[in-house]
């Protein structure tokens, strides 16, 4: 099955996406400071785990208490998050028309299940999308940075941080190739630049979205 992808036309749909210690939540939490002082109905949220649900599938994922996990079984484990994180966090209010700000999305389960983990890219894209309803971000930001750096930003790591070097290689060059195959809806940009002017290029570029949103 092709998928084709579904953006709503209420709403404004934003992701971060990229590696670890890439800055990703920081920069999602400036995004929605930023708009919600500015009067927007803003959600700020996150995946893994930003439902009762998902707190127990964020637990198992990244726990390196949970030891080894079968790759199909760490994926599905995902897609559940997803499925029930889209049904209740994001599609509500994307139809009462706020922005929904995510740090992680498809993309993530495509390239640290899909590039990292080398499961079908296929198979694994059709439960992710799947699992979503196919719903799109209408811009996806991706914070690119080394892993050597990123990594290095950590003292103590979970199961997925604690991935070898190779595989958050394969994981950036997914990310890359993602944004590279759908220019339209990615940015990205270099994540060792400075804070504000990321900001300042993440607004300039979803300036043109705000009008499908609505002020709280």
């Not at 595989?167 to 944004?179: E, N, P």
Request: aromatic share 6%; charged share 25%; glycine share 10%.
């Amino acid at each position: 099955m092709a998928w084709t992808g579904r953006y709503t036309d209420t709403g404004v749909f934003v992701c971060f996406e990229g590696g670890e210690g890439s800055g990703k939540s920081t920069q999602s939490r400036l995004l929605s400071e930023a708009l919600t002082a500015e009067g927007y109905d803003v959600r700020l949220t996150f995946e893994p785990g930003d439902t009762v649900v998902g707190q127990e599938m964020r637990r198992i994922v990244l726990s390196p208490e949970t030891g080894e996990l079968d790759d199909r079984t760490e994926a599905l484990l995902y897609a559940a998050d997803k499925a029930e994180h889209v049904a209740t966090v994001v599609l509500p209010a994307l139809e009462r028309g706020g922005i929904v700000i995510t740090d992680r999305y498809v993309d993530s389960t495509l390239a640290y299940q899909g590039a990292g983990r080398s499961l079908d890219p296929d198979e694994l894209e059709g439960v992710a999308r799947w699992a979503t309803g196919d719903l799109r971000p209408h811009l996806t930001v991706v914070l690119d940075l080394a892993p050597e750096h990123g990594l290095g930003r950590f003292d103590e790591r979970d199961r997925i941080e604690g991935e070898s070097l190779d595989f958050h290689q394969r994981v950036r060059q997914a990310f890359l190739d993602l944004a590279a195959g759908n220019p339209h809806h990615y940015l990205v940009l270099d994540a060792r630049d400075g804070v504000d002017d990321i900001a300042a290029a993440i607004r300039g570029r979803l300036a043109p979205l705000l009008s499908q949103a609505v002020r709280a």
